[in-house]
């Protein structure tokens, strides 16, 4: 298995700054993809940005030019920096990586969720 351990929510006030941080963990695995995704009260949860191995971002259109995504592959680690935060960035976040486990000369590709953290944007 791999477990993904994120850190870095909170409140904060609108116009202010916060950075998220995802670490992986477990045996053999490697990892593609990862990315982070929100959900707020009553809404679907939906893509924030993600990042290739080689570093090609994606983000959705209401955070591009505030949000930047990165990640270090040594620590297997990915973040989310994000400035200029507004009310409705208001939602419990979530980290995504898309992985490759290895065991028994086989692999086995699957996605796995960190456990959400909250950040709320508030006066």
């Known amino acids: 298995q791999v477990q993904l351990v994120e850190s870095g929510g909170g409140l904060v006030q609108p116009g202010g700054s916060l950075r998220l941080s995802c670490a992986a963990s477990?045996?053999?695995?490697?990892?593609?993809?990862m990315g982070w995704y929100r959900q707020a009260p009553g809404k679907q949860r939906e893509m924030v940005a993600t990042i290739t191995s080689g570093g090609s971002t994606n983000y959705e259109d209401s955070v591009k030019g505030r949000f930047t995504i990165s990640r270090d592959n040594a620590k297997n680690t990915v973040y989310l920096q994000m400035n200029s935060l507004k009310p409705e960035d208001t939602a419990v976040y979530y980290c995504?990586?898309?992985?490759?486990?290895?065991?028994?000369?086989?692999?086995?590709?699957?996605?796995?969720w960190g456990q959400g953290t909250q950040v709320t944007v508030s006066s």
């Open positions: 477990g045996s053999r695995f490697s990892i593609n993809a």
């Open positions: 995504n990586a898309d992985v490759t486990r290895y065991s028994g000369g086989a692999s086995f590709p699957g996605v796995y």
